[in-house]
């Protein structure tokens, strides 16, 4: 069984870029979800996606945009990078439904300078 | 709304003591309760989990107990070890059951 991978592992942008991160959610889960961490805090939630379509949002603004593929795959974009967008993203990947247990991706660091 | 108030750390042990970390939520209704802990450079794993009130998580010598009346969730084990050195997240699902909501996170540091 395939775990959550992400890609890249490391990733530098400078302010006002743009960034796209990627997700390959576990075998056989058809859900993701992204949160963020910034240094020293816990993950916050950005927003999860099922059956390709937004399913629950965070408070981040709307130039935090996502997408999910038909193989579940998903990718997180940010647009205007700021230098607090600098943090560990964490895909999490669950079955549908309430409730159901999310496995977590080792993360992609974004540094914007 | 919904949160997770977590000890302040870092905790600092030596092998063998026994740990606490305190861990207290609001929310509305009786949501599921995780504790997830994080290894320096990776992303999270679920440690134990608990889905009603006076339910006992357990896992690799870690347990926490679902408290109602208290709305707490303490995360315990009896006897620390090194390969614990870890960050410690108690966190909830919200209402919707689709997100989970994080405490700031407890360091913990096991010496031998």
């Known amino acids: 069984e395939t775990g959550v991978t992400q890609s890249p592992t490391h990733l530098i942008k400078t302010r006002g870029q743009q960034v796209t991160l990627r997700c390959s959610s576990q075998s056989g889960h058809n859900t993701v979800s992204w949160y963020q961490q910034a240094l020293g805090q816990g993950p916050q939630f950005i927003f999860q996606?099922?059956?390709?379509?937004?399913?629950g949002r965070g408070n981040f603004p709307p130039r935090f945009s996502g997408l999910q593929f038909p193989n579940y795959s998903s990718e997180l974009n940010v647009n205007a990078l700021e230098l607090d967008d600098s943090a560990l993203y964490l895909c999490a990947s669950s079955l549908s439904g309430v409730g159901h247990e999310q496995f977590f991706g080792p993360g992609t660091r974004l540094t914007v300078l | 709304g919904d949160s997770v108030t977590q000890m302040e750390g870092p905790v600092t042990l030596s092998e063998e003591a026994f740990l606490t970390i305190n861990c207290t939520y609001t929310?509305?209704?009786?949501?599921?309760l995780f504790w997830y802990v994080q290894y320096p450079g990776e992303g999270l794993q679920l440690l134990l989990k608990a889905t009603k009130a006076d339910d006992k998580g357990s896992n690799k010598g870690f347990e926490a107990t679902y408290r109602k009346e208290t709305t707490s969730f303490h995360l315990e084990k009896g006897s620390v070890q090194v390969s614990d050195s870890a960050v410690y997240f108690c966190?909830?699902?919200?209402?919707?059951?689709?997100?989970?909501?994080f405490g700031k996170g407890t360091t913990l540091s096991v010496s031998s």
């Open positions: 966190a909830l699902f919200n209402q919707a059951g689709t997100a989970l909501i």
């Open positions: 929310a509305t209704g009786y949501p599921s």
């Open positions: 996606y099922y059956r390709e379509e937004e399913n």
